[in-house]
């Protein structure tokens, strides 16, 4: 009975703490502007299914994608075993599923232990490729540790390391359990389970059973079979609070994130109702604009609360895999962009905001709503856009080609942020290279990027009567 009022106890604080976080990312996003992505909710299902659920972009590249497939599949099988954990916790039973599903429990133990053997392998793999084989996808400018208010980065590889120690602690204690329970009933001391028979088949675990890995003393494999158990739920329960603060919360955005994707071409760009307006009144004087006052506050973006909330949802989905920069012509040719860190940064301003507790004001400013906050006033100065996130020229470089969007394996929109933000630049603060202020201002005056009127725009033609009859007459 203690145990399961402990249990309870402990479920209740990890779901709490987990809901908790949950709110505060939810108030994150909802610092975005509206968006209405409630069209086609069929194509949307189908979007989320074939690239959150049936990872259809990651298997472009095949050895990492069927190592994560492994541990991809491994979680979603486990929580089945988990949801049996938790009604023996609560009701103080053991193996509950067992003792009603049979040959099917007999099947979903064998498939949980060699999945659980893989994941193992898989986790040391990618660390022997994180941190001895250097993939080189993995490392760049913005997974450096940074100085000043910016957070999560700071911590990008040792969080990877994390999450591949903490899957191969659950899956060794996963084994404890299971090869301390087999033991304990080989030895006739199943009544310290409550159970007699124990229910399943266990093909990886039964191995280092028929050893006595933990030797035969009955009360001794009880202490290490409770542990198994205690040590996988707890860390299961760990491992959920994690995620929130963890480049590994795309296994649970990936799913809200790829619904809501942008369904039009990728190349098509958003043209915002307010430059409408803008440009109907340059064109007739006595057009009035009409001004809506839920309506953004400036064109293009300055800071997150200029974004959408389906980027900010973008950022906090990043696996922070690196895919979309390694095929950035940008980035390629040595420029500073990298269309990860631009995502990592909508994040960590997003963090910032949430950390000291900014609120945007009237004109969609970020200010601090509570002064007596260490650093807030100073975190309140800074803005997505500047030196302490994304600069002009790390904007300046994209060549919207979206080569980023198509490798991305959940499905994030880096380019709108980019030129959303670029927009900012150009129409809020006329800060663009010379060479295209020229181009701009000639499609303004005369229809086209060139240098000329567009009654001149056939000039080139003029002499093509002449050039042909001297052709025929040079035959
Ligand atoms: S769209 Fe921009 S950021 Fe994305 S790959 Fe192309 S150049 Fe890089
Ligand atoms: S934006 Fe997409 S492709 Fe780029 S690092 Fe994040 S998850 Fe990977």
Redesign the pocket.
């Given at each position: 009975m203690i145990s399961q009022i402990l249990f309870l106890l402990v479920t209740a604080a990890a779901a709490g703490l987990f809901a908790f976080q949950l709110r505060k990312v939810r108030q994150n996003i909802q610092l975005g502007r509206p968006l209405d992505r409630s069209d086609q909710p069929g194509e949307r299902w189908k979007t989320m299914a074939l690239v959150a659920f049936g990872q259809q972009k990651m298997f472009k590249r095949f050895t990492p994608a069927f190592l994560h497939a492994i541990v991809y599949v491994s979680f979603l099988v486990i929580n089945i075993e988990v949801l049996e954990i938790v009604i023996d916790g609560i009701f103080g039973s053991h193996r509950i599923l067992g003792q009603f599903s049979g040959p099917l429990y007999d099947v979903l133990m064998v498939v949980n232990e060699w999945l659980a053997l893989l994941v193992i392998v898989a986790c040391v793999i990618f660390m022997i490729r994180r941190n001895i084989l250097k993939v080189k996808r993995f490392d760049g400018v913005e997974m450096e540790e940074s100085k000043g208010t910016i957070t999560r980065r700071n911590y990008s590889h040792l969080d990877a390391n994390i999450i591949l120690v903490t899957e191969i602690v659950l899956m060794a204690a996963l084994f404890a359990f299971n090869v301390a329970d087999i033991q304990l009933h080989a030895l006739g001391a199943g009544a310290l389970q409550s159970i007699d028979n124990l229910p399943g088949t266990f093909p990886v675990s039964s191995i280092f059973a028929d050893m006595q890995l933990f030797g035969t003393n009955p009360h001794t494999l009880h202490l290490i079979e409770r542990i198994g158990w205690w040590g996988h739920i707890v860390g299961i329960f760990l491992f959920l609070n994690y995620l929130p603060i963890s480049k590994h919360f795309h296994i649970i955005m990936a799913f809200p994130n790829t619904y809501f994707s942008k369904l039009e071409p990728k190349g098509e760009l958003d043209s915002p109702k307010n430059i409408h307006e803008e440009v109907k009144a340059a064109f007739d004087f006595n057009y009035q604009p009409v001004e809506d006052p839920n309506g953004p506050k400036r064109f293009g973006a300055k800071d997150i609360t200029d974004l959408t909330w389906k980027s900010l949802m973008d950022a906090y989905t990043c696996t922070e895999c690196g895919r979309?920069?390694s095929?950035?012509?940008?980035?390629t040719t040595g420029k500073k962009?990298?269309?990860r860190k631009?995502v990592m940064d909508v994040r960590d301003r997003m963090e910032e905001a949430s950390k000291y507790k900014l609120v945007p004001n009237e004109e969609g400013l970020l200010v601090p709503s509570d002064d007596s906050i260490e650093g807030a006033a100073e975190a309140a100065q800074h803005t997505l856009l500047g030196e302490h996130y994304i600069t002009n020229e790390e904007l300046l470089?994209?060549?919207?080609?979206?080569?980023?969007?198509e490798?991305c394996p959940v499905n994030i929109d880096?380019?709108t942020i980019?030129t959303e933000m670029r927009r900012y630049l150009i129409m809020e603060e006329s800060s663009m290279p010379e060479e295209w202020g020229i181009m701009t201002q000639n499609i303004e005056n005369n229809g086209a990027p060139w240098a000329m009127p567009a009654a001149d725009r056939f000039n080139w033609a003029m002499d093509i009567d002449k050039i042909e009859s001297n052709e025929k007459v040079s035959e």
């Open positions: 979309c920069t095929v950035c012509p940008a980035n962009l990298s269309p631009i470089a994209c060549t919207t080609c979206n080569a980023c969007t490798a880096q380019v980019i």
